[in-house]
């Protein structure tokens, strides 16, 4: 259940909070997951009518200093996050350029370019249910089960 990676000291981690990071702070310094901790602190505050758990996570919230992100976070999300990025940018980017092409033409090539899009559209729907078709017919299972 514990966590090798326990940090040695007790913050608050303000990137992985839903609150104010106390949670997120004590699962890191036990070593244990996030979720366990909130679940605990949640049946504890059922368990003791709900004053005493909000008091001590308030304390907690004012004791605590909140760390910088550190560098197992960093290290953590570095590249999911830069390639989340990349991905968020590129769709941008995409989006831009199709709304671009939309909004500028006037009246008649407007309505041009959405006869446009509606004919790829349906050109890609009609793709999909061949290739369902496909995959659900009797061939396709047979053909697999040859090659394995």
Same mark, same amino acid.
């Given at each position: #259940? ?5 940090? &040695? +000291?007790?913050?608050?981690? =303000? ?31 059922? %368990?003791?009518?709900?004053? =005493?758990?909000? %008091?001590?996570? *308030? *304390? ?5 200093? =909140? +760390? ?6 960093? &290290?953590? @999300? ?5 390639? +989340?990025?990349?991905? +968020? ?14 909004? &500028? ?6 309505? #041009? &370019? @959405?006869?446009? %899009?509606?004919?790829? %559209?349906?050109? *890609? ?12 017919? @009797? ?10």
């Amino acid at each position: #259940m514990g966590n090798p990676k326990a940090s &040695s +000291s007790l913050y608050r981690l =303000p990137e992985k909070a839903k609150v104010a990071g106390v949670c997120a702070g004590i699962a890191d310094y036990l070593g244990f997951e996030i979720w366990h901790v909130r679940l605990a602190v949640v049946l504890a505050f059922f %368990l003791t009518g709900g004053g =005493p758990v909000i %008091l001590a996570y *308030i *304390i907690a919230w004012f004791i605590l200093e =909140p +760390s910088s992100i550190s560098s197992r976070v960093k &290290s953590e @999300t570095h590249s999911t996050s830069s390639k +989340s990025a990349q991905f +968020s940018a590129n769709l941008e980017a995409k989006l831009r350029d199709a709304k671009d092409k939309i909004f &500028s033409s006037k009246g008649v090539e407007q309505e #041009m &370019s @959405t006869k446009e %899009l509606r004919t790829k %559209l349906e050109k *890609i729907q009609k793709r999909i249910q061949s290739l369902e078709a496909y995959v659900t017919s @009797t061939e396709y299972t047979f053909k697999r089960e040859l090659a394995e």
